[in-house]
């Protein structure tokens, strides 16, 4: 099956069951400060869960286009080294505003991936999860849907940790969340990796495919949970990682929307089409680049428009190294285009834009790159230990161009570290400077920094109110 024909059986299994279809919101929320872009299917229909907004229908079904690149949910740092995790990638999602719950959201979930009609998946390989004291989702899973009681795996609230099953979701310290249930597939054990909740997790043996949240709460500000006006369903499915098991591959890279954007890759950069992990990097970035740039973004030193610069800067990086000539990665996106322009009629329109904006970065970042990375290795013949030191990272985002996180993936092909409170030290130095000398001083960084704070909130926020909670059942 083809990725999409996958996105429209989809839409036509949820639209059967009376949902209807919603067209993906765009990267960039609609009134939403919260939020740096669109991130999961929920986000457009926020206010509906709040109770806040009344729509025509009370189910809906969509294919939402998502960016985790920064806030709360980050893989930037995930792309290269996992087979299932994209800085962009499509979220199926099926949606009840106030209408059904849990009993109905898990038997539709299971119905759409093992009928014969839909996916046909074997049941064997499916594995669930579901949060530690939803005794009710348990009971469904095993004595209605019938899948064996020790396939179902509790698991409970880690705060966010990076790798690791979390079966609260939320899409971000503040607004709607609730627990969930998670859906895993096997795809066998030639591939490292172990059950959700093992040391092992962070391996692509086991891959969550699908997560069904019982929406319940909103979360304010000051922490408190806040019982919504009535329980409802969010779910997200990510295209890429399901096409993979219809299309017996293991990785999302091996995947119909990727094989042309790696041979364009190759060809931009002059490198063979082999299984460098550089070329995956480029293939990822450039859909989260030209989807963002469609979406209005462009690239700055601060907010939105510096994530948009720092992954384009990663991109030029991983074709450095694959030795690029000159400026390679605009010329990637008319595979993209001919690849998805027809489902997203948005890459159509704004190819050329797309285009111009990305050479134009390229080429101002090209003139300091190679001289930074020279700096670089320098310094690097000097270290002692496995730490960069905050002053390297700083002098090389500083006169370079060179932002934390690219020194930092550099860093790791090497077993090394960056020193980043060293580094926000400098930049805080920095700032202090430009306020003496009463300059202009843009904070050319204010998102990083904004980024790990609101993080380490999170989590002690998390840890504190998942003591509080009251699992709902359905019809309660
Ligand atoms: P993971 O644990 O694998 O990082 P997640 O728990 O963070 O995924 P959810 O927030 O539950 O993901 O999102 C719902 C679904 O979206 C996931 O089950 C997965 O299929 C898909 N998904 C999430 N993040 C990514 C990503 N970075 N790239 C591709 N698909 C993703
Ligand atoms: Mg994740
Ligand atoms: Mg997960
Ligand atoms: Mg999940």
Same mark, same amino acid.
């Given at each position: 099956m083809k990725s &999409?024909?996958?996105?429209?059986?989809?839409?036509?299994?949820?639209?059967?069951?009376?949902?209807?279809? *919603?067209?993906?919101?765009?990267l960039i929320p609609a009134n939403d400060p919260t939020l740096l872009f669109t991130n999961a299917g929920m986000n457009q229909f926020k206010d509906c869960f709040l109770g806040l907004e009344k729509r025509a229908y009370t189910r809906a079904v969509t294919s939402q286009k998502c960016v985790r690149a920064g806030g709360k949910h980050n893989d930037l740092e995930n792309v290269g080294y996992t087979a299932r995790?994209?800085?962009?990638?499509?979220?199926?999602?099926?949606?009840?505003?106030? #209408?059904?719950?849990?009993?109905?959201?898990?038997?539709?979930?299971?119905?759409f991936l093992t009928s014969e009609k839909w996916l046909n998946l074997p049941k064997e390989k499916l594995w669930v999860t579901i949060y530690e004291s939803d005794d009710e989702a348990h009971d469904i899973w095993v004595k209605e849907v019938g899948v064996p009681a020790e396939r179902v795996i509790r698991i409970g609230d880690n705060g966010g940790a990076p790798y690791?099953? #979390?079966?609260?979701? &939320?899409?971000?310290?503040?607004?709607?969340?609730?627990?969930?249930?998670?859906?895993?597939?096997?795809?066998?054990?030639?591939?490292?990796?172990?059950l959700p909740g093992s040391p092992e997790e962070d391996g692509d043996r086991y891959i969550e495919i699908w997560n069904n949240v019982f929406m319940q709460f909103n979360r304010t500000a000051d922490g408190e949970m806040h019982p919504l006006p009535a329980p409802s369903v969010d779910t997200g499915m990510g295209l890429e990682r399901i096409s993979a098991i219809m299309q017996h591959v293991n990785s999302n890279y091996d995947?119909? $929307?990727? !094989?042309?954007?790696?041979? &364009?890759? =190759?060809?931009?950069?002059?490198?063979?089409?082999?299984?460098?992990?550089?070329?995956k990097v480029i293939a990822d970035h450039i859909r989260s680049c030209s989807f963002l740039i469609a979406d209005g973004v462009v690239p700055s030193n601060d907010g939105r428009g510096y994530v948009l610069r720092r992954i384009i800067r990663r991109a030029?990086?991983?074709?450095? !190294? $694959?030795?690029?000539?000159?400026?390679?990665?605009?010329?990637? *996106? &008319? =595979? $993209?285009?001919?690849? /998805?322009?027809e489902a997203f009629p948005e890459l159509q329109h704004n190819q050329a834009q797309i285009e111009r904006v990305l050479k134009t970065e390229e080429e101002q970042f090209a003139k300091t790159l190679e001289q930074g990375l020279r700096i670089l290795e320098q310094d690097l013949e000097d270290l002692e230990g496995t730490v960069i030191p905050g002053a390297i990272v700083f002098k090389l985002y500083d006169t370079y161009g060179f932002p934390m996180d690219l020194t930092a993936d550099i860093a790791r092909e090497r077993d090394l570290t960056v020193d980043e409170e060293g580094f926000e030290r400098e930049m805080e130095a +920095?700032?202090?400077?430009?306020?003496?000398?009463?300059?202009?001083?843009? #904070?050319?960084?204010?998102? *990083? !920094? *904004? #980024?790990?704070?609101?993080?380490?909130?999170?989590? +002690?926020?998390? +840890?504190?109110?998942?003591?509080? $909670? /009251?699992?709902l059942k359905d019809g309660e």
């Open positions: &999409a024909e996958i996105r429209e059986a989809f839409f036509r299994f949820f639209e059967e069951k009376g949902h209807t279809r *919603v067209a993906s919101s765009s995790h994209h800085t962009f990638f499509e979220m199926l999602g099926n949606f009840s505003f106030g #209408d059904y719950f849990k009993r109905d959201a898990i038997h539709y979930a299971w119905e690791a099953s #979390d079966n609260f979701w &939320a899409m971000g310290d503040t607004g709607p969340c609730g627990p969930c249930s998670e859906i895993f597939y096997d795809h066998g054990e030639h591939i490292w990796g172990g995947i119909d $929307l990727f !094989k042309s954007l790696l041979s &364009a890759v =190759a060809q931009a950069t002059g490198h063979v089409n082999d299984d460098n992990p550089s070329l030029c990086r991983h074709g450095h !190294k $694959l030795g690029a000539q000159g400026s390679f990665f605009y010329k990637v *996106v &008319a =595979a $993209l285009v001919e690849e /998805m322009g +920095q700032r202090e400077r430009a306020r003496s000398a009463s300059t202009f001083g843009i #904070d050319y960084n204010a998102l *990083v !920094k *904004v #980024d790990s704070e609101t993080e380490f909130l999170g989590y +002690q926020k998390h +840890q504190a109110n998942a003591k509080v $909670l /009251m699992i």
